[in-house]
C-alpha cells in the first residue's frame, strides 16, 4: 500500500537460481486499479517501469 504522498517505493521481486540457462528476462510494473482514494494526482496509463533480471553466467551458483 502506498500513502497519498508516495512518489517513490521499492519492492522485492523473489527469483530462484535454477540449473538452466535462460538468458535476461524482462518484466513490467505499472499502478492499476487504485482504491481508498488520495489518488487525485495519480494519471493511470503513463507510469510504468520496465526492468531486467539478469540470468546467472553459472547456473545454479
Known amino acids: 500500500m502506498l500513502a497519498g504522498s508516495t512518489t517513490a517505493t521499492a519492492f ?4 530462484v537460481d535454477d540449473v538452466y ?3 535476461d528476462e524482462v518484466y513490467s510494473v505499472s499502478i492499476s486499479n487504485p482504491q481508498g482514494g488520495g ?4 494519471v ?6 520496465a526492468t531486467t533480471i ?8
Open 21 to 23: 540457462a535462460e538468458g
Open 39 to 42: 489518488v487525485e494526482n495519480l
Open 54 to 61: 539478469h540470468d546467472d553466467k553459472t547456473p545454479g551458483t
Open 12 to 15: 522485492n521481486v523473489a527469483t
Open 44 to 49: 493511470l496509463g503513463t507510469d510504468t517501469v
